[in-house]
């Protein structure tokens, strides 16, 4: 499934065309997943079901650790979690990378936010953000990596926002998602 360059979901969006583009839209109980973090105890589990109810929850799903668009990406928002924190929300980084590689990747670039590792691509999939070939232009024919993409989750578990990039370099609208969750 491929979607629209710069295509931006919201709540303010109605039209069923825009909605049906994606597998997961605003007004959509989340997709659940459990994923690994490596924390300083080792490999622990995240599952997305045991957060909601506690904060809203920020989803910045990227293509691949080490990379330059994605470390600007988490290393802004690592700088700027304040703002995040003061609307109550918990942000969250997933990429297809291991947990060993995005540990170092972390600790290498300065990296702040939970980074959990969707090695299988689950919720990549389920989440309907999984490129059929990452950039086979350069030679990187890798399926299954993750679009550029970022979701909130309220405390009920209802997707409030959501959008997906279709081009790597193409950041979501952080001032969207900060307007998002302070409707919430």
Known sequence: MTYPANTFYNADLTSNNLES???IKVGDKAPDFTLVTLTANGPELVTLSDLIGKSNIVL???PMAFTGVCTAEFC?????ISEYDALDAKVLGISGDNPFAQDAWAKKEGITITLL???????????GVAYEQFLPEKNLIMGGVPKRSAFVIDKAGIVQYAEVQEHPKD???FEAIKSTLRSL
């Open 117 to 127: 590792s969707d090695y299988e691509h689950t919720a990549t999939e389920a989440y």
């Open 21 to 23: 583009i994606m597998s």
């Open 171 to 173: 950041l979501p609208d």
């Open 76 to 80: 802004d928002i690592s700088n700027g």
């Open 60 to 62: 910045l799903f990227v």
